[in-house]
């Protein structure tokens, strides 16, 4: 009888951690989700803004035709790829590259630059629009190199690698957005 009550009282110490474990992956799933949804708040608002630019921004070259042309936004070792899994149910939209902090961060397309500043969960954050409905985003920078309205060319340094945002290792958070929908960067 002293085993088994034993036994039942090890059952509800495991229990017990095993319901903060997933109380603790809720909340940091919420947390996420409500992350992504600042950051298409923003890009929808953005996107609003400058539905004045000409869709063609310079050099004669669209974005779309840029495919797989693009300037990689800093050198290193994808360890974080596009929808691999972040946190309970939350998804990578785009990905990120590691490399140690202050790092340059560069362009990867001729664009003007449309926000850079701090944003909950992406940490220092620089979007870029490019026309034609795509933006760039490189997030959890440690500075900031550009400001908005600061037109920039293909691997012009744009801000340094960082852990801004909560991001472990340092490097880059790089999201391709066509009319605010991420599409795969790779």
């Known amino acids: 009888q002293d085993t088994m009550l034993e036994?039942?009282?090890?059952?509800?110490?495991v229990l017990s951690s095993l319901r903060k474990t997933i109380a603790s992956y809720q909340t940091e799933n919420q947390t996420l989700t409500k992350d992504s949804e600042r950051l298409n708040q923003l890009l929808m608002q953005l996107t609003q803004y400058l539905d004045d630019l000409p869709d063609n921004l310079g050099e004669d070259i669209s974005f779309a035709k840029l495919k797989g042309q693009l300037v990689k936004p800093l050198s290193g070792?994808?360890?974080?790829?596009?929808?691999?899994?972040?946190?309970?149910?939350?998804?990578?939209d785009g990905v990120v590259i590691g490399n140690q902090a202050g790092a340059n961060v560069v362009a990867t397309a001729y664009g003007r630059v449309a926000f850079a500043?701090?944003?909950?969960?992406?940490?220092?954050l620089v979007v870029i629009d490019h026309g034609d409905d795509y933006m760039t985003l490189y997030g959890h920078n440690e500075t900031l190199l550009i400001e908005v309205g600061d037109w920039v060319q293909a691997d012009q340094v744009i801000a340094t690698?960082?852990?801004?945002?909560?991001i472990d290792p340092t490097g880059v958070y790089f999201e391709i957005r066509k009319a605010a929908?991420?599409?795969n960067p790779i």
């Open 7 to 13: 036994q039942k009282r090890q059952r509800a110490v």
């Open 77 to 92: 070792k994808v360890i974080r790829s596009y929808r691999s899994l972040r946190a309970g149910y939350s998804r990578w």
């Open 117 to 124: 500043d701090w944003l909950r969960g992406y940490g220092l």
């Open 161 to 166: 690698a960082g852990n801004s945002g909560n």
């Open 181 to 183: 929908d991420p599409t």
